[in-house]
């Protein structure tokens, strides 16, 4: 069984439009983050949630809004979408804060 | 700002020599240090953690230090075997996950 999935897996779309990214842990973790990984390979968190609040919320364009329905859930949605969104995120969960974080597979999304 | 330096960014060794990755931090509240593994087309896997109260951790051919005076910590890989090759990252921080840039690590068979 997949502990942390996302889907999709690839993504490929035009400037301006919007697209959705799920995520789903089955470990049953209070806490779940997004990450963005450029193509030079630089992690960088951009959302925290824990137990559905929002936690971390780093320097991230508005244009990004994540939603957690329950603590199971991370959903990153994506407005107007830019060519310099181009990159893999990932999504991660972990038991509680400053614990070890459990990684999904990535989404490669690629802006045209 | 909080900052983490990783080096070096690429690594190639002979099979069963041993790798050392260093890290370099700036927050000093940090208490968390994980490292991670992340292959090629998938996410990044922990590998070892360490915390703040203790010095060193070992986990059969890789091992963490930490040295908080100097605000670096290390992973070491001893017998290095082609599968070891991959992207390592540590990261660190209190309130902010902060990652190294990465080293590349090459396994020569």
């Known amino acids: 069984d997949t502990a942390v999935s996302q889907t999709p897996k690839y993504l490929v779309t035009q400037m301006g439009n919007d697209k959705s990214i799920k995520c789903e842990q089955n470990?049953?973790?209070?806490?779940m983050y997004w990450y963005k990984q450029d193509s030079k390979k630089f992690l960088k968190i951009m959302f925290s949630y824990n137990n559905k609040e929002l936690i971390i919320n780093e320097t991230v364009p508005n244009r990004f809004s994540p939603k957690s329905p329950d603590k199971a859930h991370l959903n990153l949605h994506i407005n107007s979408l830019e060519l310099g969104d181009s990159a893999v995120y990932f999504c991660?969960?972990?038991?509680?804060?400053?614990?070890?974080?459990?990684f999904g597979p990535g989404t490669r999304l690629t802006v045209t | 700002g909080e900052n983490v330096e990783q080096h070096p960014s690429t690594l190639s060794v002979q099979e069963g020599d041993s790798a050392v990755i260093k890290c370099t931090y700036s927050d000093s509240a940090s208490n968390y240090f994980p490292w991670y593994k992340q292959e090629l087309g998938k996410g990044p896997q922990l590998i070892i953690d360490i915390r703040s109260n203790v010095g060193e951790k070992k986990d059969q051919r890789i091992a963490v230090t930490l040295n908080k005076t100097a605000k670096h910590f290390s992973l070491h890989i001893t017998e290095t075997q082609p599968e070891d090759s991959a992207v390592y990252f540590c990261?660190?921080?209190?309130?902010?996950?902060?990652f190294g840039t990465g080293t590349r690590l090459k396994v020569l068979a």
């Open positions: 990261e660190t921080g209190t309130y902010k996950y902060i």
């Open positions: 991660a969960s972990s038991q509680e804060l400053r614990d070890e974080q459990y």
């Open positions: 470990l049953g973790h209070d806490t």
